[in-house]
């Protein structure tokens, strides 16, 4: 099948090539967060029903089951609208269905989805459904270039698929080099989607110069910057700097230097 590509430059002047999801493989995970959404609904309904009926004994105000269908009603509405931004914005642009899909919500300049973004295209998905069965966002989809919805066109969004790993083994740069040796990976670190959010691009352009330069500072120098750029970036971690080695800190560093880069260096 063959798929469009995307091109972006960011304002280092360094292309990135994106797969853009098309219709197909955004409808299915659709299909997938729906089965779930109603899942939830249906399981949510009868526990509600449930309770309000025994509640219902004890006080007249349950009574009819009034009140329990309102609360169905808000809360349905919250998390049927409410799921698709919360996964989009604090899983990295990956709700569950397309996380089993394998695609994910990016800014049209390539970077991670914004809390104002995902909340715009996701509040308009009450627009793309019109009139039903979300037709009009299937036939932007389907006839736009880049397949956006009208919630992407609005929110500068696209759909793109997520990177694969090349099983091939690829030359090493100098600092996975340093890495290998050191024995360091990314499990060597955990670091969860929410505290992901706390760095901002200034914070990996810092973290990235650093790692580029790590090789060739003299020992003295790079002991100075090590110290400078961990009391900036590691208390975000939670890590502590006072009592660490110099030796301590590059090594969280350079972690820290993997997690950002798969979040700030698309390679599709």
Request: avoid cysteine.
């Amino acid at each position: 099948m063959n798929y469009e590509q995307m091109e972006v430059k960011t304002p280092e002047y360094v292309s990135l090539q994106f797969r853009l999801a098309g219709l197909g493989s955004r409808a299915a995970a659709f299909i997938i967060d729906q089965i779930l959404i109603w899942l939830f609904n249906i399981v949510f309904f009868l526990s509600v029903l449930l309770v309000s009926d025994k509640l219902a004994s004890y006080s007249t105000f349950f009574e009819g089951s009034t009140v329990a269908i309102a609360i169905v009603i808000i809360v349905i509405f919250i998390v049927n609208y409410g799921y698709f931004f919360f996964f989009e914005f604090f899983s990295g642009g990956r709700t569950l269905g397309k996380k089993v899909v394998g695609i994910r919500v990016i800014q049209d300049n390539g970077h991670s989805i914004t809390l104002l973004s995902s909340f715009i295209r996701n509040i308009l998905r009450l627009i793309d459904s019109l009139p039903t069965g979300y037709f009009l966002g299937i036939i932007m989809i389907f006839f736009h270039s880049k397949h956006k919805r009208l919630g992407d066109l609005v929110a500068g969004t696209i759909v793109v698929h997520e990177r694969k790993a090349k099983r091939k083994k690829k030359k090493l740069t100098g600092i996975e080099k340093e890495m290998e040796e050191r024995g360091l990976s990314k499990e060597s670190l955990v670091i969860d989607e929410w505290t992901m959010k706390s760095f901002k691009e200034k914070d990996w352009k810092l973290l990235k110069t650093y790692a580029s330069r790590f090789r060739q500072l003299p020992d003295t120098e790079r002991d100075q910057m090590t110290r400078q750029i961990a009391e900036l970036l590691l208390p975000k971690i939670g890590v502590e700097t006072a009592g660490k080695t110099a030796n301590d800190l590059e090594n969280t560093l350079l972690v820290l230097y993997l997690h950002l880069r798969d979040e700030w260096e698309f390679e599709l």
